[in-house]
Antibody, heavy 120, light 110 residues
């Protein structure tokens, strides 16, 4: 059974880069026809899509974050990663990784999420 | 302010049928498939409906989705206390070139 697990620093300083990794177990990040994405949720608020990567390497980013976001994959470690640069307090929240199955927006497997706080 | 508009709250009694709406535009719901997510308190979202009206394996048939024009709806029949959660619609937006989520609807079972 596919499982995803987010990991990374829980505290990031303003203006620095937030880096998170999602480890895939029970399946392969190279499996065809799947997307691998990141979604975040500010405290007490709704969901916001950050971006996704297709198994082939194509990337899709939220236009409002595009200038600061990079999603990459490490097939040797069966992981994919999120880098979000120049963070501010507005980037504080719960970050989820997820697999897109039927289409990019249909995310059928999620990690449990990891909390990131941006503060000096 | 989300591109997709959902009512902030909905409620019903056990056994009742409730519907949650999601209103969009031609560039999102009008052009692409709608997905619905359920987020139980303190947990990650769960895909309930994909491709407008398809249930992933394991999702009870009490949950159903529909779409008409630029609006979509999630219906929950035989309401149970365990259905208390936040519900989100999500769709690809051709104008924004990205995924958009509705603001979410908090469902309360009275």
């Amino acid at each position: 059974q596919l499982q995803l697990q987010e990991s990374g620093p829980g505290l990031v300083k303003p203006s620095e880069t937030l880096s998170l990794t999602c480890t895939v177990s029970g399946g392969s990040v190279s499996s065809s026809s799947y997307y691998w994405g990141w979604i975040r949720q500010p405290p007490g608020k709704g969901l916001e899509w950050i971006g996704s990567m297709y198994y082939s390497g194509s990337t899709y980013y939220n236009p409002s974050l595009k200038s600061r976001v990079t999603i990459s994959v490490d097939t040797s470690k069966n992981q994919f990663s999120l880098n979000l640069s120049s963070v501010t307090a507005a980037d504080t929240g719960l970050y989820y990784c997820a697999r897109g199955r039927y289409q990019l927006v249909s995310m059928d497997v999620w990690g449990i999420g990891t909390t990131v706080t941006v503060s000096s | 302010q989300s591109v997709l508009t959902q009512p902030p709250s909905a409620s019903g009694t056990p056994g009742q049928r409730v519907t949650i709406s999601c209103s969009g535009s031609r560039s999102n719901i009008g052009s692409n498939s709608v997905n619905w997510y359920q987020q139980l308190p303190g947990t990650a979202p769960k895909l309930l409906i994909h491709s407008n009206n398809q249930r992933p394996s394991g999702v009870p048939d009490r949950f159903s989705g529909s779409k008409s024009g630029t609006s979509a709806s999630l219906a929950i029949s035989g309401l149970q206390s365990g259905d208390e959660a936040d519900y989100y619609c999500a769709v690809w937006d051709d104008s924004l070139n990205g995924v958009v989520f509705g603001g979410g609807t908090k469902l309360t079972v009275l």
